[in-house]
């Protein structure tokens, strides 16, 4: 139903395209993230989120009840797995006991290996997997709004932002240099 979509936005890799993350162009960075200034190890990884992206998210029912996987995310992981892509996972439940012990359980009990659970990011994580994940363009504050429910913002767009200036829709490309929305004062009722 969306493959013209795909095509059109050019989402769909040639079938014998593989992904090799070491070719990745190098993103600009900040002088205080430079290379020389991170701590060792400087080992890559990418996060995955569990509640609502590598587990189904349902009702709340405890920290130790995480639903069944998603099978599309295990298959990626495991790839990514295979690859040698070291995957952290990231969730909230990593900075409870209970939590932490349920979720090393759950990869156990799911084909995965032991992998790191946390619920930090650090200077080494290239990139998050999440279901609640905003994407910011960097150092310009305007966030990409899909056209799904779930890839919009739940937490209030200030009033005076403007299209097409301060946020971008999915499939647009951003403006070469970013303008900055004027600013105004909020009138009160």
């Known amino acids: 139903m969306f493959e013209w979509l795909r095509k059109f936005l050019g989402l769909q890799p040639k079938p014998s395209e593989e992904i090799d993350l070491s070719k990745a ?29 590598l587990a189904e998210a349902g009702r709340w029912l405890s920290m130790s009840h995480i639903g ?11 790839a990514w797995l295979a690859k040698g892509v070291r995957i952290k996972i ?37 990139e998050l997997w999440d279901d609640r994940a905003i994407q910011v363009v960097h150092n310009t504050g305007m966030c990409f709004l899909g056209t799904s429910w779930f890839a919009r913002p739940k937490a209030p767009i200030l009033s005076n932002e403007i299209p097409d200036r301060t946020f971008i829709l999915v499939g647009q490309n951003p403006p070469a240099e970013p303008v900055k929305p004027e600013t105004t004062t909020e009138k009160s009722s």
């Open 25 to 53: 162009p190098d993103e600009p960075v900040p002088e205080e993230r430079v290379p020389e200034t991170r701590p060792d190890p400087n080992t890559p990884w990418v996060g995955v989120d569990l509640d609502g992206t």
């Open 68 to 78: 069944p996987p998603v099978p599309l995310m295990m298959r990626r992981v495991q």
């Open 90 to 126: 990231l969730t909230a439940r990593a900075g409870n006991e209970e939590g932490l012990a349920a979720t090393k359980k759950w990869l156990a009990e799911n084909g995965l290996p032991d992998l790191e659970v946390t619920d930090k990011k650090d200077f080494d994580m290239i």
